[in-house]
Nanobody, 121 residues
Framework: QVRLLESGGGFVQAGGSLRLSCAAS????????MGWYRQAPGKQRELVAG???????NYSDSVKGRFAISRDNAKKTLYLQMNNLKPEDTAVYYC???????????????WGQGTQVTVSS
């Protein structure tokens, strides 16, 4: 089973920075796209940023210019650098990845457990 494990969440004041990581584990043949989503209390989960296998990125308008998504294919790890954080960024952040499982040779779509990001004013 392909699993994703997030880390790096925490408490920070407005204007501060955090760096989230998402490490993929298991027998993996390949990973295609990866992304970060977030869900705030009382709201639906939304896409924050995505990155293709070759590094093409896209961002939610609310985080453009402040967040940067990247990946290290050798480490099978996804990152989200978050700068100039705002209270409205407070949410549980989830990692997502799709690809091909190295055991079953079938496609997978996995989600991490989520990591809490809290930004105080």
């Amino acid at each position: 089973q392909v699993r994703l494990l997030e880390s790096g969440g925490g408490f920070v004041q407005a204007g501060g920075s955090l760096r989230l990581s998402c490490a993929a584990s298991g027998v993996i043949f390949s990973i295609n796209t990866m992304g970060w989503y977030r869900q705030a209390p009382g709201k639906q989960r939304e896409l924050v940023a995505g990155i293709s296998g070759r590094g093409s990125t896209n961002y939610s308008d609310s985080v453009k210019g402040r967040f940067a998504i990247s990946r290290d294919n050798a480490k099978k790890t996804l990152y989200l650098q978050m700068n100039n954080l705002k209270p409205e960024d407070t949410a549980v952040y989830y990692c997502n990845a799709d690809g091909v499982d190295g055991d079953t040779w079938s496609r997978f779509l996995s989600w991490g457990q989520g990591t809490q990001v809290t930004v105080s004013s």
